[in-house]
């Protein structure tokens, strides 16, 4: 407890770094203020069904990804999802159009154009979500009498505007914080929202098992130590690396290279889970299709099958094609993001090569094999981790809004965000020769 509090006191004493830490604060506050303030027209009292509707299921997702914000049809309803959509659009984009890619190769200024490009995108998948949501209200539950003006344009029209300038600023706290805050804003946005319905889970849970003798406090421990094993399974899957060995040429007085043993030595570091969550939520994405195809075809006995199997998210035919189309989905995004031939062509441009391996083509191909063999068992490892929500609602019967937290994207984008602040708040300290929040030793005093 010493050394924790050894290095919030040292935390503190970067000047930098505590303005930083002041201003992440200071927006995300703004951020979890915003996501309860109520679209004007609507009458607050009547949104109790519309709550209801969205504690489980797809929709309970979506309500976790806003932070209540979609259960409370908030002004930031839509969250920072439409930004996220836009920025997986533009980068599949990325592969096919040859303006993008040329904008890859531009360096500082084709990022900040690709950033306005998917920023204009956002604003158009927004136009088209925000009067989808607004008639959804009826639909999950909101009376007509909850609408105070009414549901005609002098309604529609305000609220669109209020919603796409909602999901507008929260893009713009997201990246505010990556400037001048600490950590990637719109990761953190979407953290914050997460943690922000995990009290209430809990508790619920915990009056769930006390109250109704469903196994009282001995069980509600063993959640809580099964859910610290399932976030240390998930550290290890994000951390995991593979490193390949690679020998730098020496520099020679003559101003060549000499390639030998003396040149120095470094790892290229190939990830386990190279996708991330993306995997994930590409699969969220498509798994919406099953239901809407059973629904369309209801009068068949195949559609009626897939209406039922497919609604319920934590039901086994939902759950396998899920952990079948992550699998599939992490060996796509890691092909598209991960670039062995130009890894390749890097090393060699740089004077670099992995002992044994050739440089250029055969770097390549060695590098591509080794990101197929690793990717396997991340790949599975991932699937498991998504379905285990599921998993501990049929065989421990844990609610639905706290076995979210078991896994899926909820707990990898908590543990993933989490583990990136930690380390760029770490090199801060070390910058500053303090010891840092991921490694103990000998504390060193600044010089």
Same mark, same amino acid.
């Given at each position: ?7 919030i ?6 000047d930098e770094l ?9 927006l995300?506050l ?6 309860q303030?109520v ?7 009547q949104l ?6 969205t504690?489980?299921? +797809? ?9 209540g914000? /979609?259960?409370n ?6 969250g920072?999802?439409p930004?996220i959509?836009a ?5 599949l %984009?990325g592969i096919a159009? &040859? ?8 360096g500082?200024s ?10 204009w995108?956002?604003i ?6 925000? &009067?989808a949501?607004l ?8 009376p007509d ?8 344009? @002098? ?10 300038t909602?999901c507008? *600023? ?8 990556t400037d001048?805050? +600490?950590g990637n804003g719109i990761s ?6 997460i943690i922000?319905? %995990? ?6 849970e *915990?009056?769930s098992?006390?109250?109704?003798n469903? @196994?009282?406090?001995? *069980?509600m ?5 099964l859910w610290f094993?399932?976030i ?9 690396t ?6 730098y040429?020496?520099?020679t007085?003559s ?8 040149g120095?030595?470094q790892?290229?570091p ?5 996708s991330?969550v ?6 969220q994405?498509?798994m919406?299709?099953?239901?809407l195809l059973?629904r369309t ?12 199997? /497919?609604q319920d998210?934590?039901?086994?035919a ?5 952990a079948?189309?992550i699998?599939?989905?992490t ?11 130009? %890894?390749?062509?890097?090393l060699?441009?740089s004077? @670099?090569?992995i002992?044994?391996?050739?440089p ?5 191909? *060695? ?7 690793i990717t ?5 490892f ?13 065989l %421990?019967?844990?609610?639905a809004?706290?076995a ?14 989490a ?9 801060y300290?070390l910058?500053?020769?303090?010891d840092?929040?991921?490694?103990s030793g000998?504390n060193?005093?600044?010089?």
């Amino acid at each position: 407890m010493k050394k924790f509090f050894e290095v919030i006191s040292n935390i503190w004493k970067i000047d930098e770094l505590r303005g930083r830490i002041i201003v992440t604060l200071g927006l995300l506050l703004v951020y979890r203020f915003g996501a309860q303030v109520v679209l004007p027209g609507i009458d607050t009292t009547q949104l109790a069904e519309l709550s209801s509707s969205t504690e489980s299921g +797809i929709l309970g997702l979506l309500n976790a990804f806003t932070g209540g914000a /979609f259960a409370n049809a908030s002004v930031f309803a839509l969250g920072i999802m439409p930004y996220i959509s836009a920025s997986i659009v533009v980068q599949l %984009m990325g592969i096919a159009v &040859p303006y993008l890619q040329k904008l890859d190769k531009e360096g500082e200024s084709g990022r900040k154009t690709k950033n306005q490009i998917t920023r204009w995108l956002t604003i158009g998948i927004c136009i088209v979500q925000a &009067p989808a949501y607004l008639y959804s209200l009826g639909a999950l539950g909101v009376p007509d009498s909850a609408f105070l003006l009414g549901k005609g344009l @002098g309604f529609i029209v305000p609220s669109v505007i209020i919603l796409v300038t909602g999901c507008v *600023f929260a893009m713009w706290l997201g990246e505010k914080i990556t400037d001048k805050g +600490i950590g990637n804003g719109i990761s953190l946005l979407i953290m914050i929202g997460i943690i922000a319905n %995990m009290p209430q889970s809990f508790v619920q849970e *915990f009056i769930s098992r006390t109250a109704n003798n469903t @196994g009282g406090l001995m *069980f509600m421990l063993i959640e809580v130590i099964l859910w610290f094993l399932v976030i240390l399974a998930s550290v290890l899957l994000v951390m995991a690396t593979r490193r390949i060995p690679v020998q730098y040429a020496r520099r020679t007085a003559s101003g060549g290279y000499e390639k030998n043993i003396a040149g120095s030595r470094q790892y290229i570091p190939l990830k386990l889970n190279a996708s991330g969550v993306m995997p994930i939520i590409f699969a969220q994405a498509i798994m919406f299709a099953p239901g809407l195809l059973g629904r369309t075809f209801n009068n068949t006995a195949v559609g009626q099958w897939m209406e039922v199997q /497919f609604q319920d998210i934590f039901g086994l035919a939902y759950n396998i094609l899920f952990a079948l189309l992550i699998i599939i989905f992490t060996y796509f995004y890691t092909a598209i993001t991960v670039p062995t031939n130009k %890894m390749a062509d890097d090393l060699k441009r740089s004077g @670099g090569f992995i002992p044994g391996i050739r440089p250029g083509k055969e770097t390549g191909d *060695f590098l591509d094999k080794i990101m197929s063999l690793i990717t396997l068992p991340g790949s599975v490892f991932l699937a498991l981790l998504a379905v285990l929500p599921a998993v501990v609602v049929k065989l %421990m019967d844990i609610q639905a809004g706290w076995a979210l937290f078991y896994g899926g994207t909820s707990l990898l984008i908590m543990v993933g965000v989490a583990i990136d602040t930690v380390q760029q708040v770490n090199s801060y300290l070390l910058n500053r020769h303090y010891d840092g929040l991921m490694k103990s030793g000998k504390n060193r005093k600044v010089a």
